[in-house]
């Protein structure tokens, strides 16, 4: 298993999720993301805000997520 924060997806807590692999991490990251913002978390809105200034363009989000899969990729396995 690999841990990676919520923080260091772009998210903005210490959240951590335990994961095998990078489509489960993008999974559960988007699955906790939408729960603190139904909660209405403010810290969650702004990072939001910004995911989705960088998801109007398909070539940065590409270049984003490559970036956090290297990250991830480069995590030691527990
Ligand atoms: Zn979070």
Redesign the pocket.
């Known amino acids: 298993m690999k841990k990676m924060t919520?923080?260091q997806l772009g998210?903005?807590?210490d959240?951590v999720f335990e994961v095998s692999t990078f489509e489960e991490l993008a999974e559960k990251s988007k699955m906790?993301?939408m729960e603190?913002l139904q909660k209405g978390d403010a810290p969650?809105l702004q990072a939001m805000k910004k995911m989705t200034g960088l998801m109007e363009s398909p070539q940065k989000m590409q270049e984003w997520m490559e970036e956090r899969r290297k990250e991830f990729e480069a995590l030691p396995d527990e």
């Open positions: 919520c923080r998210g903005a807590c959240h906790h993301g603190m969650h």
